[in-house]
């Protein structure tokens, strides 16, 4: 049996609305009304201490409190699975496969809304940061999996749609596959040892991997 770590945001689900509403509203409270009013979809992904550093924000604190606070109240189910993707974990778990979320969103909220949307259940166990910055780096997050697991990574897949994803998959030993469907662009998956358009997809790639 292969194990499977799955991205949330932009791969199994669509949390756009959500989480580009909360990062509005907190860059507004934060005298940031150009951010505000701007594209921030590519900020989806990665950590968001990462991305603020990126635009010249050297306190993140308060935005990041404004952020959450918002983001819990209102925007953490303003989101949707994307089609098809609980039928491929199905699939996946009837072949034999242990899955596993790891996403850059801390866990304390991923796991409310793999709950909420009926995912937490197809998860053996579930993977995030600490709300305090604790394993932020995926590369690090995936080396805490794979020593709570067990698991090995050469026998094991990272599904993902951004760089982070590919790029932490190859740091720890383990293949990775690139999801079309969320917010990355094509050279963010250089790395990924395939590429596929659907969910549905997803089972025939990773038996393509040869484990």
């Known amino acids: 049996m292969t194990a499977v770590f799955l991205d949330l945001d932009g791969t199994l689900m669509d949390s756009r609305p959500g989480i580009l509403a909360s990062l509005g ?41 404004a952020y959450r606070s918002h983001y819990k109240a209102t925007g ?3 989101a949707q699975v994307y089609e098809g993707v609980h039928d491929a974990l199905d699939a996946l778990i009837a072949a034999g496969f242990r899955l ?7 866990h304390d909220y991923a796991r409310l809304i793999t709950a909420h949307f ?9 993977f995030g ?5 604790t394993n932020n780096w995926k590369g690090d997050l995936l080396r805490h999996a794979l020593a709570t697991t067990g698991e090995d990574p050469a026998r094991a897949v990272m599904v993902g749609d951004r760089h982070h994803d590919h790029a932490a998959a190859a740091e720890v030993g383990m293949a ?6 969320g917010y990355g662009q094509p050279d963010e998956w250089e790395t990924a040892h395939s590429i596929i358009d659907h969910p549905r997809s997803l089972p025939e790639a990773i038996a393509a991997l040869g484990f």
């Open 25 to 65: 509203h907190a860059f507004s409270s934060n005298g940031r009304d150009d951010l505000a009013r701007s594209d921030l979809t590519w900020m989806i992904g990665p950590p968001f201490v990462d991305s603020f550093a990126k635009i010249g924000i050297t306190d993140p604190d308060p935005v990041l409190a």
């Open 76 to 78: 953490m189910y303003d």
């Open 100 to 106: 596993y979320l790891a996403t850059a969103k801390p």
């Open 118 to 126: 009926g995912l937490a259940p197809k998860m053996v166990a579930e």
């Open 129 to 133: 940061p600490e709300l305090d910055g």
């Open 176 to 181: 990775s596959i690139a999801v079309r469907w």
